[in-house]
């Protein structure tokens, strides 16, 4: 039985990680410590220990997923990770590649010539070629192109002609059609015929003469109806299905929404022109899932974990350069009541309350904004209502918690003012930054951009300013 059988997928990849990187260790270590020792036939011994483990390495490789080898390349050094890319057989380059993130396979392709890379990407389906066609060099591209049959290059110079977010660019065009007046017995003599169907076939696809959709047939009918019966008999007439410009992230949506392992994707005269299979739907979601997690730490683009300092300091630079602008201004705010917190102290012990409160709460809304954007659940009907909702969450915590920190307040420092302006400050700041986590996404959506994109600088940037305007302002007043 295969390992990954005995124990879940993660400890499985997580212990060949181990196992590569003790591999390597030992190698050094070994490799170090005969060199450093005065022995006849010193460069033969030499060379038979790096051999040894440079075949037990390759051995432990071979044995692997290419989305296991993946993984283990990500996470190992650069100089770690070319030596073990060295070691992978040539014709499982082309997998490997379209599994590793997009950072790592620009260091992986770097390392190899042009004759490689023409290998690698020649044993590859017409949709992956499309998704690996961006990142090699335009040389490439263009003597790949010329290599494949005319029907495979017009189906990557198609898959590469739709927006990245679209459902055309994750098409597949690997499918099994049949006719809607044929019998089940026939068709399953056509499928033995076939002898292998493409991965992932939970349906065939009825067309009629003009290759227009009619219907769809899931496998499991064909086993449990009787063999004269006729496609059109058993087959689903209104099946879920795409266009190639269609949203990438509302197909995913849909593939969750009514579990669905394939669906046909159809021209604009509902003639069928490929299909959407659940693994490129899973592989969209985790890439957009890690995408906004990027987006929201304010990294411009995926960081290769290993890449050099400079190159990875670029790529924070743009959000700390925004982060430090707002500081700024924040910072100014609270210069303009340096004559207030002079007279009392205290005011600079309890203003970073205020504001913190006021980033928690608006971070909690703008989590939920954000979700529901991005699943499309909020729309012009109950945007208002959510909206409002949102604020009287902010009111009923801006009365709970502002009432306790202003008895904490009084019971700190005895000044019965000095509470009232803390649980005035807090409730309004509440209020404000409930309206900053609403609105903050929703007018970066706008802008066109993800409604993740910079939402947490600009929260925090509103909440820490506002906050100490606000508990700033009212001190001014009512106390000095």
Known sequence: MNDINEESGQEHVEDSLRQVVEIIARQKLVESLVHKQDMPRHELVEALVHKQNIAELRKKLDELHPADVAYILEALPIEDRLMVWDLVKAERDGEILIEVSDAVRESLIAAMDNRELLAAAGSLDTDEIADLAPDL??????????????????????????????VGALMDYDFV????????????????????????????????????LIGVLPIKRLLVH?????????????????????????????????????????DPHDRLVGRLTVDVVLDYIRAEAQEDMLSMAGLREEEDLFSTVWRAAKNRWLWLAINLCTALIASRVVGAFEGSIEKLTALAALMPIVAGMGGNSGSQTLTLVVRGLALNLISKDNANRLMLKELSIALLNGLVWGGIMGVVTFGLYGNAALAMVMSAAMLLNLLVSSMAGYWAPRLIVRMGHDPAFGAHVLLTFITDSMGFFIFLGLATVVLL
Do not use: C
């Open 177 to 212: 059609t049949i006719r809607a007046d044929v019998t089940i017995e026939t068709t399953l003599r056509y499928l033995r015929m076939l002898g292998d169907l493409p991965t992932h076939t939970d349906k065939l696809f009825v067309v009629d003469n003009g290759k227009r």
């Open 226 to 266: 009787d063999p004269e019966a006729h496609i059109a008999a058993i087959m689903i007439d209104d099946p879920v299905a795409f266009h190639p410009s269609d949203s990438a992230s509302d197909a995913a949506q849909a593939f969750e929404r009514y579990d669905l392992v394939t669906a046909p994707i159809l």
């Open 137 to 166: 060099p335009k040389d490439v591209v263009q003597e790949l192109m010329k290599s494949l049959d005319e029907q495979k290059r017009a189906q990557v110079e198609s898959s590469l002609s739709y927006d990245e977010d679209s």
